[in-house]
């Protein structure tokens, strides 16, 4: 059994930072990639940030420049900096291994004075 376990979301003010982590344990072979979604109400799920087994991220135009991605072992990690309204959402973490996706339950962000 595969389980992700995601936190750090919470309530911040706009130009804040968060840092949110995503622990995977169980049997999960050969990761290929691990990655960040968020999707805000109304809103498609879109990939802001991915880390691949070689170490090297991408980020998607919503999280470049602004969010960080890491990775120790299973665990990864979304450093987002310079917060905004727009960046409220639910994030949700994937790892992407042996075939397989597997899913978290997701952390709410929300920026809001």
């Known amino acids: 059994q595969v389980q992700l376990v995601e936190s750090g979301g919470g309530l911040v003010q706009p130009g804040g930072s968060l840092t949110l982590s995503c622990a995977a344990s169980?049997?999960?072979?050969?990761?290929?990639?691990m990655s960040w979604y968020r999707q805000a109400p109304g809103k498609q799920r879109e990939l802001v940030a991915l880390i691949a087994s070689t170490n090297i991220p991408h980020y998607p135009d919503s999280g470049k420049g602004r969010f960080t991605i890491s990775r120790d072992k299973n665990t990864v990690y979304l450093r987002m900096n310079s917060l905004k309204p727009e960046d409220a959402a639910v994030y949700c973490c994937k790892v992407s291994g042996g075939g397989k996706g597997y899913w978290g339950q997701g952390t709410q962000v929300t920026v809001s004075s």
């Open positions: 169980g049997r999960i072979f050969n990761i290929d990639a």
